[in-house]
């Protein structure tokens, strides 16, 4: 894979541990000599196998695990856990540990390899359709002010204290997230935040973890490919309001499904909104929106409150906040304590969500990440508070994913913007015209008079939109956020959307 290179963090000092006392403790069905078989890791990926691991042979929706065991044990693992169809594609003296379902058992299995339930740090977890990555970060953000040696696991990054690599997916398998802890352990973190997709949730992703705090911050159109309808994606992400998964939470009733999971959820909540007609434990009230920050004060039923201001644009980005505070409140931190670190200045900085690129003096450019309808429209809504001029909107809609959104995000996209440009964004297998042909109908439903432009690929688009744009203007690219690559044709190239619209806006003579 080109360009990329998202890395497993595992402990560099992983103390061995007898696979017998594996078996034992769950009760295993193995059929081989155990003694002197010690483990030092566990894995589901071939290529990543370091000797002294467990391979784990899961059945994937294209292969079987089962396929690469033998790379797997070339590269030094010393035994593999997998289901019986796996188990009979294998030809191996190492110990083969048979389960109904491996992935299942990944997680517990993962946190005995590690020992992760030994000195865990707080943990805090983050899910909903949008927002995870921002909560997560300003939440890091604070927990670093306060003082704490931190970890984080986002769609953008995961950090063990000053340490920082790329993610590959939002959630880590299992097998990586309690290397991933390990890891912490090691650094000496204290507390760690970790975004939780709806397909961690499902696929077991997060087993052998139980958050302290946990947090909702919306659901809305995405995913359907998945999930099939909103109910069904609603009913995933509220499996993590149960005992099982954490002790307590906070969920942002903005969105009906909110008010859902605090009346579902099996955990004591505590609610907020930035609604004022809607009820809850606490509310945002934002006095202040400009093109560098904004305001808010936080009030809680028995009155008391405190003020805020964020270096971010957006009243979605001040729910985020507002959330990201309310988790510390619930983890037993005093708000005012929290606040007095927040008017000092919040260090937290958030890459690629909403960020701007441009310097002074031209349009304003940013680049987000959002690729949903729902993001669209806060993002759009929130820089039209902040534009004085125009406002245009260059973005595409990802192949391979949730088809039914792509109309959608034209008409909001054209509502909202007064020019819309069309253009690619990680097509994978799909045909990239049929993708913007999509996006295109939505946006030309909605457009009346005003220009919607189609131009492929990127490199032409931001050209295309800085053309229309002057000083007071505002261009939001929405859709690569920081990603460093695109996924053209099934394969990953190196594209910095960030970096392509520095030199479009050079080129343009803004600096
Ligand atoms: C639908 C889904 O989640 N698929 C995940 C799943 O893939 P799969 O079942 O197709 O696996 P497979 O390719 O059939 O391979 C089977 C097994 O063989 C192993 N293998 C495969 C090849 C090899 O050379 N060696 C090897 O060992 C694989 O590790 C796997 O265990 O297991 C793979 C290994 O971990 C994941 O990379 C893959 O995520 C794919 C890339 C993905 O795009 N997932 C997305 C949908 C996702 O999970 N997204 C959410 C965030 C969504 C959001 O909020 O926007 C996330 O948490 O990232
Ligand atoms: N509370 C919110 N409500 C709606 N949109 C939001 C909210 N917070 C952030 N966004 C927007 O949603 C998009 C994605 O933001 P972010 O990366 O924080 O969410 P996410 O849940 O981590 O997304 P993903 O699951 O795709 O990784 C961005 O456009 C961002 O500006």
């Known amino acids: 894979m080109a360009g990329v290179t998202p ?61 690469f065991a033998a790379a797997a044990l070339e590269r030094g693992a010393v035994a593999v856990v997998t289901d019986p169809a796996g188990a009979a594609m294998l030809d191996t003296d190492v110990p083969v540990i048979v389960v109904d379902e491996p992935r299942a058992a990944l997680g517990e299995i993962a946190a005995w390899v590690y020992r992760t339930d030994e000195q865990p740090p707080k943990l805090f977890g983050i899910t909903g359709t949008n927002g995870k990555t921002s909560t997560a970060f300003m939440l890091e953000g604070l927990l670093a002010d306060l003082g ?6 986002t769609t953008a990054e ?108 099996r955990i004591p909540v505590t609610t907020v909104t930035s609604d004022p007609d809607r009820s809850a434990d606490w509310h945002v009230d934002i006095w202040e929106e400009t093109a560098v920050s904004t305001s808010f004060t936080l009030t809680g039923i028995d009155g008391g409150a405190i003020e805020v201001q964020i270096p971010f644009i957006g009243r979605h980005m001040a729910v985020d906040a507002a959330i990201a505070i309310l988790m510390l409140v619930e983890d037993g931190f005093e708000i005012e304590g929290v606040a007095e670190v927040i008017d000092r200045g919040m260090r937290a900085t958030l890459p690629g969500r909403i960020e701007r690129v441009s310097g002074d003096g031209g349009p304003s450019v940013f680049v987000d990440y959002g690729h949903s309808p729902d993001a669209f429209a806060q993002t759009l809504q929130a820089l039209r508070r902040v534009t004085e001029g125009r406002l245009v909107m260059l973005f595409g809609a990802d192949g391979d994913r949730d088809t039914t959104k ?7 996209a054209a509502e909202l913007a007064d020019a819309v440009v069309v253009t690619d964004f990680n097509p994978r297998t799909e045909d990239a015209a049929s993708i913007r042909a999509q996006v295109l109908e939505g946006a030309r439903a909605a457009a009346g008079d005003k220009p919607v432009i189609e131009s492929s690929p990127e490199e032409d688009a931001i050209r295309a939109a800085l053309a229309l744009v002057g000083p007071g203007d505002t261009v939001l690219w929405a859709g690569p956020g920081d990603a460093d690559y695109r996924d053209v044709a099934g394969r990953r190239e190196p594209f910095v959307a960030r970096d392509e619209a520095r030199l479009a806006l050079h080129e343009a003579g803004w600096n």
Request: aromatic share 6%; net charge negative.
């Open 148 to 153: 704490f040696v931190t970890g984080l696991s």
């Open 406 to 412: 792509r109309a959608e995000m034209g008409r909001i």
């Open 158 to 265: 995961r950090h063990v204290g000053d340490l920082v690599v790329t993610s590959k997916l939002t959630t880590p398998e299992a097998s990586e997230l309690h290397a991933l802890l390990a890891r912490m352990r090691e650094a000496g973190v204290r507390a760690a935040v970790l975004e939780v997709s709806a397909q961690a949730l499902e696929r077991h992703r997060i087993d052998g973890v139980v958050f302290d705090v946990v947090a909702f911050t919306n659901l809305s159109h995405d995913h359907l490919d998945d999930y099939g309808s909103m109910d069904a994606y609603f009913d995933v992400k509220l499996e993590l309001f149960t005992p099982d998964r954490a002790e307590r939470g906070v969920v942002c009733v903005d969105t009906d499904w909110g008010v859902k999971v605090a009346e579902r959820s």
């Open 7 to 67: 890395r497993i963090l595992r402990p560099e000092h992983p103390a061995p541990r007898p696979i017998a006392g594996l078996v034992d403790e769950f009760d295993l069905q193995v059929d081989a000599d155990l003694d002197g078989v010690e483990v030092t890791g566990i894995t589901i990926d071939s290529s990543d196998v370091q000797p002294g691991d467990i391979f784990a042979a899961l059945p994937g929706a294209h292969r079987h695990g089962a396929e």
